[in-house]
């Protein structure tokens, strides 16, 4: 499957912590930070479980027993089937969606996914990680403290 063409092939920068002061509390999520060819940035909030396999696996640590996105790339695998790409895909005021595109014997077809989930397998499989332009200019009129 080759990217359509609205999609911008997008580089990780890295997961970092996000603080926010709501009122007397101070909250923090992880955010995966990824730039394009003209650093364009886009920023996602991700869940700590994904921001920690994004981590994981962008430093190639080692762990003993596979993680949820480890055993994701294997059933693929095992069932004949390859990761072509990601596409984060879209966005609304307060939250992103992604899919997963993949080949198989009886063809191609694209599996909705959390972005955080389809990144961390993006990393596993080496495939490159893409964004709509729709994505990008909606994500550039957010507030960046918000995203």
Known sequence: MTPERDEVQLQIVGVFEHYLEVGDEKQHTPMLLLKDSTDRELRLPVASCEGFAIHIALEEQIVHRPLTHDLALRLVEKLS???DRVVIDDA?????????HLRAARGDFSLPARPGD???L??????????TEGVLDR???IDGDTL
């Open 81 to 83: 089937a390859t990761i």
């Open 139 to 141: 994500a550039s009129q």
């Open 118 to 120: 389809a990144v961390a």
């Open 122 to 131: 993006a990393i596993r499989a080496e495939v490159p990680i893409y964004a």
């Open 92 to 100: 609304s005021e307060d939250d992103f969606h992604a899919s997963i």
